[in-house]
């Protein structure tokens, strides 16, 4: 697949316009959240919803019940922005035809781009595995077609998005987000250049954030994918690539399960499934269940509060009943904080 027509010298442009753009945004937004205090004046908060795996069954074009469930619960809790770290249809299966895998992507469209694009709600995707693995061009070909019409009605600030919908970068609201192709578990050497140079750009630099999203983890935590194939492998070399990044979070999905960590200098946001197939973690009694999450930043006190919700009920889910840590096949990972101090913002090095 050669690149998409688009972008990089138009850098500046973008970073004006973002700006102009978030703070527009940001000054008719707040905060109101049970249990979480309200800053004041509004505009110094930032509400971002996080959603994944939202598939059922391999080829389906509808969406089980608690996928309406949680996108309705979360719009009612007014984020600025709508993040999905991907397994957005059900492919990833031989013999699917392209008219079958369009179908599969209008059913998406119709019951979750389509609604959050009519509240206004920007929307950035991150393609999973069965959105468009290596290896399944079809599918790949099919995210393509669907995607790239409909790049420039996302309601995202783009700084590079030659590589979209696989990889791209984006200045929104003063937070540099980064989205990989992590629809398997290599990551190109090319891609990761790529990244680091992101990374270092005066966009992320000036960035009051930066948070990057792909649908494989770097760590296994529920029970039947926590072993190779289904985390990045060389994952060590690439979280060492986020912290000199200075990046404050990896986003991802695909474990079906919900477990907000921390390793090293990098928070580790794993989601939960919206759709199909919740998986329990390795370590608990826990049940398995869908979820989706809330990402709360106060600007004025440099702090980041992670919520998790149940998709059926809208519920808070208990941050403590979580395992202390997980022993998995990468070695032990601990519970996050639900709530962390932003450092401030010094660029990477």
Known sequence: MGPFPMRCDRRQLLKLVAGVVGTAALANRHIN????????????????????????????????????????????????????????????????????????????????LNPVRQRGLPFLPTIGNHDGAPGFPADRRAAVQFWRPRREELGLQFIDSTGFPFHYSVLQDNVFWLVWDASSSHIPNEQLQWAQEQLNSPEARSAGLRLVVGHLPLFGLSQGRDRPGEVLHQGAAIQALLERGRVQAYISGH???????????????????????????????????????????????????????????????????????????????????????????????
């Not at 205090?37 to 908060?45: D, E, Q």
């Not at 074009?61 to 709508?82: A, E, F, I, N």
């Not at 921390?262 to 269940?289: E, K, W, Y």
């Not at 395992?323 to 990468?330: D, E, F, K, V």
């Open 255 to 349: 474990q079906h399960a919900w477990f907000p960590a921390r390793s090293g200098n990098l928070d580790l946001i794993q989601l939960g499934a919206l759709g199909s197939g919740p998986r329990r973690l390795i370590n608990g009694t826990l049940p398995a269940r869908q979820s989706f999450s809330t990402l709360d930043v106060n600007w004025s006190t440099r702090s980041l509060q992670e919520t998790g919700f149940s998709a059926s009920s809208g519920s808070h889910l208990a941050w403590q009943a979580l395992p202390a840590q997980l022993n998995g096949h990468r070695g032990v990972l601990l519970r996050n904080q639900p709530r962390r101090v932003l450092p401030s913002n010094s660029g990477p090095t």
């Open 33 to 112: 959240q049970p249990g979480l205090a309200v800053p004041s004046p509004a505009h110094t908060s930032l509400r971002i919803g996080l959603i994944s795996d939202l598939n059922s069954s391999y080829g389906s074009t509808s969406y089980g019940p608690t996928v309406r469930q949680g996108l309705s619960h979360l719009l009612k809790l007014q984020p600025s922005l709508l993040v999905c770290a991907g397994d957005m249809v059900a492919g990833q299966k031989r013999g699917l035809s392209d008219a079958h895998l369009g179908r599969m992507w209008d059913g998406f469209a119709r019951d979750v």
